[in-house]
């Protein structure tokens, strides 16, 4: 019903930068909270940024001041810019957006495939 695509993911060294995008399609009636998540080997996955429908931003102390996530509600994207890459920022990122699909559904967390993100020199 829904799809959620992320792109942007690849190689980088550290210190530098990277712009995760996420596109959302399908049958949306409504999209409210879009989030990041990533998943290192040998760790459960962990909230990377949130980002409310009106653009109200959380972010773990582990990411604040690195990165920045962002929204575009008619073209129901959300993109993740990611500055100062660390080698522990390593792992598969993955969208999240929390979307309706009619009036009378309920909200429903729907997921990206996730995308590689490798921070080494």
């Known amino acids: 019903q829904v799809q959620l695509v992320e792109s942007g993911g690849g190689l980088v060294q550290p210190g530098g930068s990277l712009r995760l995008s996420c596109a959302a399609s399908?049958?949306?009636?409504?999209?409210?909270?879009m989030g990041w998540y990533r998943q290192a080997p040998g760790k459960e996955r962990e909230l990377v940024a949130t980002?409310?429908?009106?653009?109200?931003?959380n972010y773990p102390d582990s990411v604040k001041g690195r990165f920045t996530i962002f929204r575009d509600n008619a073209k129901s994207t959300v993109n993740l810019q990611m500055n100062s890459l660390k080698p522990e920022d390593t792992a598969v990122y993955y969208c999240?957006?929390?979307?309706?699909?009619?009036?009378?559904?309920?909200?429903?967390?729907?997921w990206g495939q996730g995308t590689q993100v490798t921070v080494s020199s």
């Open positions: 399908g049958r949306i009636f409504s999209i409210n909270t």
């Open positions: 980002i409310s429908r009106g653009g109200r931003a």
């Open positions: 999240n957006a929390d979307v309706r699909t009619s009036p009378s559904s309920p909200w429903r967390a729907y």
